[in-house]
């Protein structure tokens, strides 16, 4: 088991990507901290998980209640004894054409998606550097590599996730804590369920694997950035896209 033992954070975490990453990651035998800010998602989640993995743990958290994350952190170390990994998966969407947008589609999304890693790297970052190991990894998304129509919120926080990774990825390195970003094409999620066939077909046809990824791609791909085989991998930020962007 590439991460026995190991305690990992994912936020976000009940559904989707964040709940393929964390079943990736307690199949490894990590004990593992899912997140979510409303109780009911978090509970069915865990009474799930619990039913094929012995390590499952759950706490309610909204990633922008900066006091709300110190206390959950503080009471997982009092719980299970440190943190090892953190997997920044909690986002969100609010579309617009950016004269269309409103104030609160941009603050939401930003708050969300940029200060909420921010809120949960620092406190991650203050039990990792004493103890001088962590992994932390970003997802971000291809959006925060070339934009997207009607996203310009979205895209500035995967973009600033780009930036933030290279930045704690410089400053942590010599305390033995990698920090990487994944960064998600087209997936095959609850979400791109409800879109139309000709729009899938589109997507398909933009990648040269011609296919949407899956969950378990991306869980892969946060399953090797966690293990001790990414140990020389700091600061990168990984293109899980069937290769859209070339």
């Known amino acids: 088991m590439r991460l026995k033992d190991k305690v990992a954070i994912v936020t976000g975490s009940t559904r ?3 709940r393929a990453i964390a079943e990736k990651y307690a199949l490894e035998g ?3 901290v899912i997140i979510d800010r409303n109780e ?3 509970a069915t989640a865990v009474k799930e998980m619990k039913e094929k993995y012995n390590e499952i743990y759950g706490y309610v958290m909204d990633v922008t209640n900066r006091p709300q994350v110190k206390e959950v952190f503080a009471k997982i170390v009092e719980e299970l004894g440190t943190v090892d ?6 986002g969100i969407t609010a579309d617009a054409q950016l004269y269309k947008m409103t104030d609160d589609q941009w603050d939401h999304v930003i708050n969300v998606n940029l200060t909420g890693v921010y809120n949960c790297s620092k406190e991650a970052v203050n039990i990792m550097r ?3 190991y962590g992994k932390i990894i970003n997802i971000s998304s291809v959006v925060g590599l070339y934009g997207n129509f009607g996203q310009s919120n979205y895209a500035a926080t995967k973009s600033g996730l780009i930036g933030m990774t290279k930045s704690m990825a410089k400053e942590l390195g010599r305390k033995n804590i990698n920090v990487n970003a994944v960064c998600p094409g087209f997936i095959e999620t609850e979400m791109t369920a409800k879109m139309p066939e000709k729009v ?3 997507m398909r046809d ?3 694997l011609n296919r949407l990824g899956k969950p378990s791609d991306i869980a892969n791909a ?3 950035l966690a293990s001790e085989e990414s140990s020389f991998v700091t600061g990168a930020a990984l293109s899980v896209d069937g290769g859209i962007v070339l």
Do not use: R, W
């Not at 990994?85 to 909690?90: D, G, P, R, S």
């Open 16 to 18: 989707g990507l964040g």
């Open 200 to 202: 899938l077909d589109m």
């Open 206 to 208: 933009k990648a040269p």
């Open 30 to 32: 990590a004990k593992v």
């Open 40 to 42: 009911e998602p978090l």
């Open 222 to 224: 946060c399953l090797f």
């Open 85 to 90: 990994i953190l997997v920044n998966n909690a």
């Open 130 to 132: 004493p103890k001088e």
